[in-house]
């Protein structure tokens, strides 16, 4: 399927072989005088069809019935076009970054990769507002949600360790920021992604991402390795950024692997609002009109026959 065209309900084209089984068997077991060899004695039947009093059936009707049903079970299926607004609401969907400033990833020499992955991120989100957030012992919404990527991308540049004052790493402050950036602008359900190489992260974080899933968003986590960072520092931690990604129902990558993350992100506002339970916002339903075509073929079983 093309993201212009999908299928809502495909499991329903799963009548479509019953159908052509039942047809089949219609076709070759009936008999083209139905019940009525059971009815009438076999030599009286013989005597009428010999005076061309009998004459067998047609099985047009059983085509008709085995069509109409086709349609209904494609219609059923939900053959469904995106809407060519749905672009246009800049409510529906949003992406918010969540910037890691905190000493260690300031200082350990991967802060400008970790800028350009967002700058990426940006641009993957197509035509979706963007914001982003600077979080070390606080945090901060330092560009609104935007879809001007060359302002976006000015911010960006000047972000860097002496940004936020508040020492430490608090990224529960940010998640918690991120989810009332997207609750004042009204989004259906958006992306939160987390660069970050996991420092803080505690119980406060894993209700922050429970809590933005439960209101039909998303978090993904990007790690950001350190390798800069002297013996006694903190190590990055991977695989509790893999397990918050997994609790916010998104997806987790690295700085030299943020293939899953940008993928997710870059899902069209159509696709994404589907997967939030928010289909009819993005997708236009043509299965009520194929099986009002079913209609058809039955009204042709009400014809007069001579």
């Known amino acids: 399927m093309t993201e212009a065209f999908t299928l809502l309900r495909p499991w329903w084209l799963l009548a479509l072989p019953l159908l052509g089984l039942l047809a089949w068997r219609a076709a070759h077991l009936s008999a083209p005088l139905g019940d009525w060899v059971k009815a009438v004695e076999p030599h009286l039947m013989e005597a009428l069809q ?49 910037l890691d400033l905190s000493r260690s990833v300031a200082e350990g020499g991967r802060l400008g990769e970790a800028r350009a992955l967002t700058q990426g991120l940006a641009e993957a989100a197509g035509t979706k507002a963007v914001a982003v957030v600077a979080y070390a012992g606080d945090a901060y919404l330092v560009a609104t949600p935007t879809t001007d990527r060359d302002s976006l991308s000015t911010i960006l540049f000047a972000l860097d360790g002496a940004t936020v004052p508040d020492r430490g790493s608090h ?62 520092a903190p190590r990055p931690d991977g695989s509790g950024l893999s397990r918050l990604a997994t609790l916010g129902g998104g997806s987790a990558g690295s700085l030299d692997a943020p293939g899953p993350v940008l993928a997710a992100v870059s899902e069209t506002v159509a696709h994404h609002l589907a997967e939030g339970g928010y289909t009819v916002l993005a997708w ?16 042709l079983l009400f014809r007069r026959s001579a």
Do not use: K, M
Request: hydrophobic share 50%; net charge neutral; charged share 25%.
């Open 171 to 232: 990224p529960a402050r940010a998640l918690a920021l991120a989810r009332r950036t997207l609750a004042e602008a009204a989004v259906v359900t958006g992306d939160v992604v987390l660069v970050s190489d996991g420092g803080g992260l505690d119980d406060a974080t894993s209700r922050e991402a429970s809590a933005l899933r439960e209101e039909g968003h998303r978090l993904h986590t990007v790690l950001v390795p350190d390798p800069a960072l002297p013996p006694e």
């Open 50 to 98: 010999a005076r061309g009093a009998v004459r067998p059936g047609r099985r047009v009707g059983q085509g008709l019935l085995v069509g109409a049903a086709a349609l209904v079970a494609i219609g059923l299926a939900g053959p469904a076009r995106e809407r060519r607004d749905v672009a246009g609401f800049r409510n529906l969907d949003a992406t918010i970054i969540a």
């Open 284 to 299: 236009q339903d043509l299965g009520r009109w194929l099986a009002g075509l079913a209609l058809l073929p039955v009204l």
